[in-house]
C-alpha cells in the first residue's frame, strides 16, 4: 500500500485533507507511525479509521443526509402536484399559474435527482395530509385547494423551511464534495422560490390586513407574514430562532451603521434548522 500515493490523490478531490489532520507533517507522521506499528493486513481498515475520524462521516451517514433532503423534496413536489390545476390555482393570474408549475416542475426535478443519486437507498415517498391533520384530512388547513392565498402561504413556508433545512445539513456532508455540492445548488434553488413566492403573495394585498407588517422577499426576525393563515401556530415553527443578531459572537445590531435595528440584522443573515426542528415542522403533514 503506497500511502504517499493514497494521500496525493485524495489531495485531488479535497484540498483541504491535511487541515483535517491538523498538517501535512502530522498526517504523514501518523501514517508512518501506522504502517510501523500494525500487521500490513490491518493497515486498510486502520486508515479508513483514521478518515472517518478526520471527516466524521460514512457513507451511510451521508446517504441519511441525502434521504432526509429527499422527504423534503417528496413533500414540497406532492404539494405543488396538487394545487397546480386546482380550484384556487385557477383564480390567479397567468404569471402565477406559470410560476407555480415552473416551481412544480423544480421540486419533481429535485426528487427524481435524489432518487437517482441514492439508487436502492432512496426511502420511499410518505403518505402526505396537506391539511396538517396527521392523516385525518380535517386539519387547520382543510380547504386549502380552494384557497390561492393559503396556498402560496403553505408554498412560502414549505419553501422558508427547506432554505434553512439545506443550510442545517450542509456541514454533514463535507466527506462527499459531489453530494455536497449538488445539495448547495438545490439550496439556492429552494431560495429563489421562496423570495418569488413572498413576491407572489405580496401582490396579494387585498388577501392580508393592512394593520400587518408589510410582507418582505426576505424574513425580519421570526416574522412569518401568515398571520392572516389557518394554523398559523405550526407556520410559526418555520421561523423561530431568525431573530437571531449576533454572528460568529458579534453583535451586529448597529455594527457599521448598517445593521442600525434587530429586524435589519436578523435580514442580512439566514440561520439554519436542526433534522428534529425540521421533522416537527413536517410531521403535522405526514401520515
Known amino acids: 500500500m503506497n500511502l504517499q500515493n493514497i494521500i496525493t490523490e485524495i489531495e485531488k478531490v479535497d484540498p483541504e485533507v491535511y487541515e483535517r489532520f491538523d498538517t501535512r507533517r502530522k498526517a504523514m507522521k ?66 402565477a399559474q406559470a410560476a407555480l408549475t415552473k416551481i412544480k416542475d423544480d421540486e419533481n426535478k429535485h426528487v427524481a435527482f435524489l432518487k437517482t443519486v441514492l439508487g436502492a437507498a432512496a426511502v420511499a415517498k410518505p403518505t402526505f395530509d396537506f391539511t396538517a391533520g396527521n392523516g385525518s384530512g380535517t386539519g387547520p388547513f382543510l380547504g386549502y385547494l380552494a384557497n390561492y392565498a393559503v396556498q402560496l402561504a403553505m408554498a412560502q413556508t414549505f419553501e422558508d423551511t427547506g432554505v434553512r433545512a439545506y443550510k442545517g445539513q450542509a456541514p454533514n456532508l463535507q466527506s462527499n464534495r ?23 403573495r405580496r401582490a396579494l394585498d387585498a388577501a392580508i390586513p393592512a394593520a400587518q407588517k408589510p410582507l418582505k422577499p426576505w424574513i425580519t426576525l421570526n416574522y412569518s407574514g401568515i398571520d392572516y393563515a389557518p394554523g398559523n401556530a405550526a407556520i410559526q415553527l418555520s421561523y423561530n430562532g431568525e431573530e437571531v443578531t449576533t454572528q460568529a459572537g458579534v453583535n451586529i445590531v448597529g455594527l457599521g451603521g448598517a445593521f442600525n435595528t434587530a429586524g435589519a440584522a436578523s435580514e442580512g443573515f439566514d440561520e439554519p434548522l436542526t433534522s428534529a426542528q425540521v421533522l416537527t415542522i413536517v410531521d403535522p403533514f405526514i401520515v
Open 178 to 200: 459531489v453530494a455536497l455540492t449538488a445539495a448547495l445548488n438545490i439550496h439556492s434553488v429552494e431560495a429563489r422560490h421562496a423570495s418569488h413566492i413572498r413576491q407572489m
Open 30 to 95: 501518523s501514517f508512518a507511525n501506522l504502517t510501523g506499528k500494525i500487521a500490513l493486513a490491518a493497515v486498510p481498515l486502520a486508515v479508513a479509521s483514521m478518515f472517518n475520524k478526520a471527516y466524521g462521516q460514512t457513507p451511510a451517514d451521508v446517504n441519511a443526509v441525502l434521504n432526509f433532503a429527499l422527504t423534503l423534496e417528496y413533500l414540497e413536489a406532492e404539494f405543488y402536484n396538487n394545487i397546480v390545476g386546482s380550484a384556487g390555482y385557477a383564480t390567479a393570474t397567468p404569471a
